[in-house]
């Protein structure tokens, strides 16, 4: 519910502050021409008593309210995104003053700097060494023994699908999957291989 103080500033105040009345709140000083004119309870009550209002610092400051445009300026991103991000919670839903959704600076720049997928667990960053890579996708799988043994132990006209089944049934998984293994084994040389005997 807004406040008789909050209906008067609203209407006092929303407008582009002349001299005399108090400064608005500092959203963003890369934009002014997105800049919202907010004030506080306590700027329209010193203005309302006739005071000298102090001004607000000029910088930025981590409790600067930025607008969606702001917000997508900051991130790097279109504004619709910046909407998609707060309804589905890769970023809160902000604050809204009178009807404009806001967040706060440290909250952008929190987003920005630590985004998903980049960092520990999101995957490798652009120029960064893939490292070793497997020379079949079964590898180091204990199955792919126990398919080769599968293999080297069923007479020669056995079908692959029926050794494939009884793989499944001895040890879980479907009968495809032991295809797959029992066709990787085949093509993938052993440890016990080079025996010459």
Known sequence: MISAYENLARAVFTSTPTTGTPPSANTSPTSPESRHHLHGLAQ???HLKGRH????PDGEHPE???PAKETAAVLGINISIVQAYATQGHLSPGTTRYGARLWT??????????APGQG?????RAGEPQGPRKTHSYEGDPRID???Q???TAAPSTPKSRIAAQLADLHGHTPRTWERLLTTAAAVP?????DPN
Do not use: Q, S, W, Y
């Open 44 to 46: 329209t009550n010193t």
């Open 53 to 56: 209002t102090p001004t607000l």
């Open 64 to 66: 600067d309210l930025l």
């Open 105 to 114: 600076r440290r909250e952008v720049h929190d987003r920005r700097d630590n």
């Open 120 to 124: 520990k667990g999101g995957g490798r």
């Open 146 to 148: 126990l398919a080769a």
């Open 150 to 152: 599968a293999l080297a």
């Open 190 to 194: 052993h440890a016990g291989d080079d």
